[in-house]
């Protein structure tokens, strides 16, 4: 409101300094503006109202990080898989399960050049959310030491997150 009140005096300054204006043509205009100004003022506590009513309705919104985490399964000095597929599943899960309670994981398959051997293996996509990254963390630490990894990949990507239920429950939609 108050870069309003500025931006209306500066035009009010900006009429009364014309010297080419007659009196009465200053007099209709200074008229004219401060007509319109009411009328703004009339229109702006129905937008702020209406700006407060979105700022309530984001408040229901959950704002968070997820992390997604990228777990090669071969051994970082040989180069050979550590696990067979369905071990590394389930020693993941076994980890993952004692440190968050809860995770999605898909399996993925990558790849990366270097010197100019390509190497390859089966991977992890691990998904997590509502945690924090020390747990992430302190995750990473078991899951590379495990896995014999030089490092896990981790990104930290900002969501909103809603567990949904549906519009009703199930004795409504008999």
Do not use: C
Not at 68 to 77: A, H, I, P, R, S
């Amino acid at each position: 409101m108050f870069k309003k009140i500025i931006a209306l005096t500066a035009i009010l300054a900006l009429l009364m300094t014309g010297t080419a204006l007659a009196e009465e043509s200053k007099t209709d205009r200074l008229t004219a503006l401060i007509e319109w100004a009411q009328n703004l003022a009339k229109i702006t506590p129905a937008r702020e109202e209406e700006a407060a009513g979105t700022e309530k309705e984001n408040e229901n919104v959950n704002t968070q990080i997820q992390y997604v985490m990228y777990l090669g399964t071969n051994d970082k000095d040989t180069n050979q898989p550590v696990f067979t597929p369905e071990e590394a599943m389930v020693k993941a899960q076994e980890i993952l399960i004692r440190h968050f309670g809860g995770y999605t994981i898909q399996e993925a398959r990558g790849g990366w050049l270097d010197s100019g051997i390509l190497y390859q293996e089966y991977t992890l996509v691990i998904y997590l959310s509502d945690t924090t990254p020390e747990a992430i963390h302190a995750a990473a630490d078991e899951l590379v030491e495990v896995f014999r990894q030089s490092s896990v990949l981790i990104q930290a990507n900002p969501t909103t997150t809603e567990f949904y239920s549906g519009t009703g429950s199930s004795d409504s939609q008999q």
